[in-house]
């Protein structure tokens, strides 16, 4: 008889360990909370799934900050390349869209959920769904499995706490806590964020195609979020911040208003926008500022902008020293104070987690019980957008469902 493991959740890290775990002779059941497998990764990257990117093993893990180290076994063993050649061999192409993010070439993350399915059916996996894995079942400080479910391995690859409505209850900690591990308290990240300030509020809807973002307190400067910039109701949200937003979620821990500043125009520095003022004031005197501005900007915002900045209906001839001043300022630099993030309910990752320092990064397996394994987004790390997130949920599920001791 085959030794019997048992895998939960049914996420991309789930999937691709029960594959792993069957193809090293195990008789596996993933067993699934909701209703069905992978829905996060079907609502992932707009329903695209950007699934992982072109960097190297190395230069992903770096991304994940200080504990990067930890991800090397794992993404030495499936690279992107080679995560890109696992899927192209169960009839899903990849392709690289903007030289960097990698998608299914039809664009459909259900292309990817059906290639790790059909994998699980062809080595007799089976995958139970609507059942609630709340505790781990032990005797004598061994691993027996969980209740109702006997077997000699189990993963633990229930993800974070984003999203609750794509099956993230946060109660894989609970299970890792009940073997002794210690939880890194979890943070909203990849988020949204709600500012006190009006004016985004006021250009709702409007993106700024490459805008960049930082936190402006001292033990943050140089760090920088780069990228698309929406304006949401409430606040601010897209790539630029959301790669900040765990680090928000941080701070507002300690204090009830995080400063940002943002450059609407990443690649245009100050004094590029005062060298463009001084031409428009020699070349065209007669034109508004606001109507200059919308060159760059839809209309509404440059109206909204030049009003902010006093400078509605001045024509270029006229634009004051402060005027000009004023503008650069607020196009290089205006500054946000953030009092909330858009929290768990649309928060696209989990920063904190299952401590790393009682996993072995070699195995995935638990320091503290034999037979427990951990994959995915439950542990300790958490990348920025861009592929970065299932890559390391799939290397790791791969890696933990070796099942090796
Ligand atoms: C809207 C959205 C878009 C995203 N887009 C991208 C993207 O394009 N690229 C990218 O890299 N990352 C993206 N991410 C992040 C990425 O989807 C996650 O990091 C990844 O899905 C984590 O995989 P996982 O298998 O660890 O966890 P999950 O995908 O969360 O899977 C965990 C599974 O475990 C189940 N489960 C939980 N608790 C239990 C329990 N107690 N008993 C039984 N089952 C349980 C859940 O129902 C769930 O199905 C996105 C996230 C969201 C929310």
């Known amino acids: 008889m085959k030794p019997r493991a048992l895998v939960i959740g049914a996420g991309p890290a789930g ?3 029960a594959v792993a775990a069957a193809e090293s002779g195990y008789d596996v059941t993933v067993l699934e909370y909701l209703p069905k497998p992978g829905a996060k990764l079907l609502s992932s990257g707009g329903g695209r799934c950007n699934l992982t990117n072109v960097l190297d093993a190395e230069s992903l893990a770096r991304r ?3 504990q990067w ?3 090397l076994p794992a993404l030495n063993a499936l690279p992107p390349e080679a995560l890109r050649e696992w899927f192209e061999l169960r009839g899903v192409a990849t392709e690289v869209t903007d030289g960097f993010h990698v998608f299914p070439s039809g664009g459909r993350a259900g292309d990817i959920l059906k290639a790790l399915l059909y994998d699980c059916e062809r080595l007799s ?9 709340e505790a781990l079942w032990t005797e004598n400080g061994v691993l027996k499995g969980v209740p109702g479910y006997p077997a000699e391995k189990v993963v633990v690859a229930t993800g974070g706490k984003g999203y609750p409505e794509l099956g993230s209850l946060g109660i894989g900690y609970r299970l890792a806590a009940q073997a002794g591990h210690d939880i890194v308290p979890p943070l909203p990240g990849l988020v949204g964020v709600r500012t006190v300030e009006e004016l985004p509020h006021l250009c709702t809807g409007h993106s700024m195609k490459d805008a960049s973002v930082c936190i402006d307190l001292p033990k943050f400067r140089g760090e920088m979020g780069r990228g698309e910039l929406l304006f949401t109701h409430r606040g601010i949200s897209g790539p630029a ?5 765990a680090d928000i979620a941080g701070l507002l821990e300690k204090m009830q208003e995080v400063p940002l500043k943002v450059n609407l125009f ?4 100050r004094n590029d926008w005062l060298e463009e003022f001084a031409r428009w004031q020699r070349n065209e005197g007669r034109k508004s500022v606001k109507n200059l501005l919308a060159a760059h900007l839809t209309q509404s915002m440059a109206e909204l902008i030049c009003r902010e900045t006093r400078n509605d209906g001045v024509p270029a001839a006229e634009f004051t020293a402060a005027g000009r001043d004023a503008l650069a300022a607020l196009l290089t630099a205006m500054p946000l104070r953030v009092n909330a993030t858009e929290g768990w309910r649309k928060a696209m990752v989990t920063r904190g987690g299952v401590a790393l320092k009682k996993v072995d990064p070699g195995t995935l397996q638990s320091r503290l019980l034999t037979g427990l394994y951990f994959a995915g987004e439950v542990l300790d790390l958490d990348g920025p957008c861009g592929g970065y997130n299932l890559q390391w949920a799939f290397s790791s599920g791969q890696l933990a469902g070796r099942l090796t001791s």
């Open 266 to 269: 990443a690649s245009r520095s």
């Open 69 to 71: 180290r930890f991800m």
């Open 125 to 133: 996996v089976r995958v139970v769904t609507g059942v609630k894995i």
């Open 15 to 17: 999937l691709m360990s």
């Open 64 to 66: 994940f900050g200080r």
């Open 241 to 245: 911040v959301l790669d900040l937003s």
